[in-house]
């Protein structure tokens, strides 16, 4: 969507343009405009009311002038009491050009938008009216006056003097005379006389506490005294109401501290009281009405109104459409009016002026939001800017007088907080914003940070409720055309990244104290690599893997720590060892190193290891999130053994923090270590081996089981093999093991060689290697078994026919054509060996022995073999090697123990004996502990004996 920018539409005045405006410019100074010496804006009538926007206070307030001028009504005394900056002064300029216009040399008509509050009253033309301003600034209690009409000078001490000199001259003073050089306050029915003399009469006081509270108790000056002058106001109020056609307007501050001091704020109390007795109300200036107010004085025209509303209406659409992210008035529809009316202005940054930064006790309600805004405006121009909208999150705080004239009403501290956080080259949202081009594309950083600053600066940190939310940051930024979403990110990133930014319930504000983050930031510098960023890691590690395919899993070890054994381990490396694709790889030549060697001696076992690796490029960010996450560590634990003072709220956030960052960890380390490597070499029978390669393959790092992941990986890539078919390893036997006159080959080193050559499959373990060999003992495919040789003859020899095996040094695996011919001959051998029948099995007739040839007696005579005696019973004992013993009685229960059990009816009693003898003795710790045990597993008897 294309949007014109407000420059195209709307046109500064010149001076704003140019930059020469000054403060001054912007204070109604009502002295000046009577003594003709103000700027043509406040002293010309015509350049006055074309910049003035009669707000509706003020249009009541001059309805009631002009009724009261006129003799139709009308109030005598109008107060007009506003916070600073509230329009008090401009209110009274605009009384006192609308009853003077120029010494009336201007028209009425010629005032814009005068007719038609003239109209209102029913009044055609306004009489010839007297006017008499007291300036409580400009005049002094101690400093008579001089006045001088034509030859006759006159030095005037007091107010009630200088009211009636400027009415009626001499004449007028005449009547106040005495009172004037006594400092006593003139009755009220001379300053009837008076009034009623010069009539029709405008009387502006304006800053009278300025004057009143110059005067100590009980003492006094020239100009009389504290009492003498609230006696004058109380007296001219009461003569005004006796007088149709005199009105009195007077400021008063409204806060105590505006008063200033003790005695301004009796002063105020004093004038509050009578004033308010007869005084009419004025409703101040109002938000919606400060809209044009600033738009008339800044700005020059509208060149195309068609286009201004179609901007607006943009925007009014595009809240419409992202109504769940936005506040609940954009939605209404009375909120494209707010856009007209302020147009080029957001209305939002009015409500942050108007709402916030009016709330401090320095800055002017009108004044202080038209000098910001007129830099403000100034700059943008001079940078070209293009935005639709001048909107809080295009205020250029990089500009220094933008900026100080923000400071300027804050506390002292805030000037490093918007350079380092919020605006500026040096500033991180500036960083942000150039690593990260979708959010440098629309300054998403810096338009949410100069939002934050404009809505949470003026906060104290008494407020119960701190910062501004979400919603209104994203009104304050977002534009027709652009996702929420993006500012939302952007908000995230600042929150990791700036340290005076807070947050907390959805609200986000800037702060003088640098946040907890500044401070983990300050910590995270203590830890070192090796010394607490590595361990850290190890810990996360060491929770990360369950158990699985691995006999051992190490990490971060030194290679003389990894063992050189049949084991399948798997190998961590270290963060400063990590993984790239491209380019030489650290990983490698760590993993490279352990492979080849275990301290100091060569490693044998190399295809039993497999390497975990980090990735290179996350290997930092990594680092950086566990020394956040050990900073958070530290500052809780600091909190809770009360070194570090902080709030409830700090400490939640702290806690919170720690969560955050734990969890963030969790997912990093996953991420990061992602690589596994597994070493591998080619070789073809008599052509040699070829260099180690490494083959690397990616896990997954959102797999739940990190361990399954792996094994997962391994097993898909043929890395690992879990299950091995016969022709597999018949294969591997034919092209490696049986050579020329060799025909069989120990399985022990056959097992052993796969796990020492690289070019060999890698095996889970010895149980899948055994697994192999029992799914070939049934065909005579493959291999024959024996379990040993003695000479030409093979022992225990099985070929073709299920067997049991044992894995041991003596079995051999024999070539299956060689192994078919030994069985061959062993059929042979057999049948030649096989006795020929009997002539009785032949056909013959049978015939007893002889007497003298038979057996002794009792002994039965027949050729057939004795049938022997069935065995009832079996007892057998072992010895079993004490580190292997674990493996050696698995395979006892399975190879003897089952064929028993699997028989019905068969009862197996098993008694395990242990002797155990030390030289120098057992301590009373390794005593207790066995007797507990054995106590445990229920032994029959567990005792310890003294040696001989």
């Not at 080259?425 to 942000?432: G, L």
């Not at 180690?692 to 990986?713: C, D, T």
Request: proline content about 4%; hydrophobic content about 40%.
């Amino acid at each position: 969507m294309s949007l014109k920018p407000w420059r195209e539409i709307a046109v500064p005045h010149e001076d704003v343009l140019k930059g020469t405006f000054q403060q001054a410019e912007f204070a109604a100074d009502l002295s000046r405009v009577h003594d003709g010496t103000a700027t043509p804006e406040y002293q010309n009538p015509a350049l006055f009311f074309q910049r003035t926007f009669i707000t509706e206070g003020m249009r009541l307030l001059l309805d009631s002038v002009v009724k009261r001028l006129s003799g139709k009504g009308g109030d005598p005394v109008i107060q007009l009491q506003t916070a600073f900056g509230g329009g008090k002064t401009h209110t009274m300029l605009a009384v006192y050009h609308l009853v003077n216009r120029a010494g009336g040399e201007a028209l009425a008509i010629d005032l814009a938008g005068v007719p038609a509050i003239l109209d209102a009253a029913g009044v055609t033309e306004l009489p010839r009216v007297r006017i008499a301003v007291l300036d409580g600034i400009k005049l002094s209690p101690n400093q008579p006056v001089l006045r001088v009409d034509g030859d006759v000078k006159q030095v005037i001490c007091t107010l009630w003097g200088d009211l009636a000199w400027q009415l009626g001259k001499a004449e007028g003073y005449a009547l106040v005379a005495d009172a004037d050089t006594s400092g006593t306050s003139p009755g009220k029915a001379v300053l009837e006389t008076l009034l009623s003399r010069y009539a029709p009469c405008v009387i502006l006081l304006d800053e009278l506490v300025a004057y009143v509270r110059q005067f100590e108790e009980g003492k006094t000056l020239t100009g009389g005294s504290f009492d003498s002058n609230l006696s004058f106001v109380q007296a001219l109020t009461e003569a005004l109401k006796a007088v149709p056609t005199a009105v009195l307007l007077a400021s008063l501050p409204e806060s105590d501290k505006e008063a200033g001091g003790q005695r301004g704020v009796n002063a105020l109390a004093s004038l509050s009281h009578y004033f308010g007795r007869i005084q009419a109300l004025w409703k101040p200036v109002g938000t919606e009405e400060a809209f044009e107010i600033v738009r008339r004085r800044l700005f020059s025209s509208i060149n195309d109104k068609l286009a201004a509303e179609s901007v607006c209406r943009a925007f009014a659409d595009f809240y419409t459409a992202n109504g769940a992210d936005l506040p609940r008035e954009t939605q209404e529809s009375r909120y494209f009016d707010r856009l007209m009316h302020a147009y080029p202005i957001h209305p939002e940054v009015f409500d942050r002026l108007y709402e916030d930064w009016s709330t401090l006790d320095n800055f002017q309600r009108t004044r202080g939001v038209l000098k910001l805004m007129a830099k403000v405006i100034h700059r943008l121009w001079k940078d070209n800017d293009k935005d639709p909208l001048i909107m809080p999150g295009s205020f250029p705080l990089q500009d220094a007088e933008t900026r100080n004239d923000l400071i300027y009403y804050l506390p002292q501290g805030w000037d490093p907080v918007v350079e380092r956080d919020v605006d500026g080259e040096r500033a991180e949202t500036t960083e942000i914003e150039n690593r990260d081009t979708r959010l440098g594309s629309v300054q998403a950083c810096r338009r949410a940070a100069r939002t934050i600053f404009l809505g949470s600066a003026p906060t104290t940190t008494a407020q119960m409720v701190r910062g501004l939310e979400l919603e209104r940051i994203v009104l304050g930024v977002a534009q027709p055309g652009q996702q929420v979403g993006i500012y939302k990110d952007a908000l995230r990133r600042l929150g990791d990244r700036l340290h005076y930014l807070n947050s907390g319930n959805n609200r986000f504000w800037f702060d003088t104290r640098p946040n907890l983050r500044r401070e983990m930031e300050d910590r995270k510098r203590r830890f070192q690599d090796k010394e607490d960023v590595f361990p850290a890691i190890r810990d996360r590690m060491q929770r990360s893997f369950a158990s699985g395919v691995f006999g051992g899993t190490h990490i971060f070890t030194a290679s003389g720590d990894v063992p050189d054994d049949f084991q399948l381990r798997l190998v961590v490396l270290p963060p400063d060892a990590a993984f790239s694709r491209s380019g030489q790889s650290l990983a490698i030549t760590h993993a490279a190193s352990i492979l080849k060697n275990r301290g100091d001696q060569p490693r044998f076992k190399q295809n039993r290891l497999i390497f975990l690796a980090a990735d290179f490029d996350s290997v930092n960010r990594l680092k950086d999130q566990v020394r956040s996450t050990l900073a958070w560590q530290s500052i809780v634990s600091d909190i809770k053994e009360m070194k570090l003072n902080l709030d409830q709220y700090q400490s939640r956030q702290a806690s919170a923090s720690l969560d955050d960052a734990n969890d963030a960890l969790r997912r990093m380390v996953r991420e990061t270590y992602k690589w596994l490597l597994a070493p591998m070499q080619e070789a073809k029978p008599g052509k040699g081996l070829s260099d180690i390669q490494w083959e690397h393959f990616q896990v997954n790092a959102g797999a739940p089981n990190l361990s399954q992941e792996i094994e997962r990986v391994l097993t898909e890539n043929e890395l690992l093999i879990n299950q091995w078919a016969p022709i597999h390893l018949a294969k591997v036997l034919r092209d490696w093991f049986w050579k020329d006159d060799v025909k069989q080959v120990s399985a022990l080193n056959v097992w052993q060689q796969s796990c020492q050559q690289l070019y060999l499959p890698r095996l889970k373990d010895d149980t899948a290697f055994q697994h192999t060999m029992a799914m070939g003992t049934e065909s005579k495919d493959f291999f024959g078994f024996a379990q040993g040789k003695d000479d030409d003859r093979y022992v225990g020899f099985s070929f073709d026919q299920r067997t049991t095996l044992i894995l041991d040094a003596e079995l051999l695996l024999i070539e299956p054509v060689t192994a078919a011919e030994y069985a061959n001959l062993q059929r042979a051998a057999e049948d030649a060996a096989r006795p020929k029948l009997s002539a009785y099995a032949a056909g013959d007739v049978f015939k007893p022995h002889r007497a003298e040839d038979a057996e002794p007696s009792g002994t039965a005579f027949t050729d057939a073999k004795p049938v022997p005696s069935l065995k009832k019973q079996f007892y057998g004992s072992i010895e079993l090697d004490a580190i292997l013993a674990k493996k050696q009685f698995a395979d006892l229960v399975d190879e003897v123990i089952l064929q028993f059990t699997a028989r019905p009816g068969v009862k197996v009693k098993i008694a395990i004996e242990i002797q155990a003898e030390s030289a120098v003795g057992f301590d009373d710790g390794l005593q207790r502990a066995v007797k507990e045990n054995c106590n445990v597993l229920r032994f029959n008897n567990a005792e310890f004996e003294d040696g001989e």
